[in-house]
């Protein structure tokens, strides 16, 4: 059975730079598209980044531009979220999931995705 685990959240302050891993059993990242998403308390979950199993295309939400970086090393079966500038408002809980395949304009709809990690905490704050 395919399982994510999320890690590496944290306390960070504005400004700051964190990673967050995602480790998939088996050969997860063979089979499958894996994205991460993030909710705030109190708001909807967002789709953050997505990286494909085949291409390695990576989709980004247009506001994370240039602040976010998906990676994978599939040696590891390890998807990576490097985030740096960060805000307050990234405060979330930062999930993955897979899904067999993303599309350019399905990647960050979380009902595409069908296995989830239980998430990993990052708040930024000073």
């Known amino acids: 059975q395919v399982q994510l685990v999320e890690s590496g959240g944290g306390l960070v302050q504005p400004g700051g730079s964190l990673r967050v891993s995602c480790t998939a059993s088996e050969s997860t990242l063979d089979y499958y598209d894996i994205g991460w998403f993030r909710q705030a308390p109190g708001k909807e979950r967002e789709g953050v980044s997505t990286?494909?199993?085949?291409?390695?295309?990576?989709f980004y939400a247009d506001s994370l531009k240039g602040r976010f970086t998906i990676s994978r090393d599939k040696a590891k079966n390890t998807v990576y979220l490097q985030m740096k500038s960060l805000k307050p408002d990234d405060t979330a809980v930062y999930y993955c999931?897979?899904?067999?395949?993303?599309?350019?304009?399905?990647?960050?709809?979380?009902?595409?995705?069908?296995?989830w990690g239980r998430g990993t905490q990052v708040t930024v704050s000073s």
């Open positions: 999931a897979a899904a067999v395949v993303a599309y350019e304009d399905t990647w960050y709809n979380p009902s595409s995705y069908h296995i």
């Open positions: 990286i494909t199993r085949l291409s390695g295309r990576k």
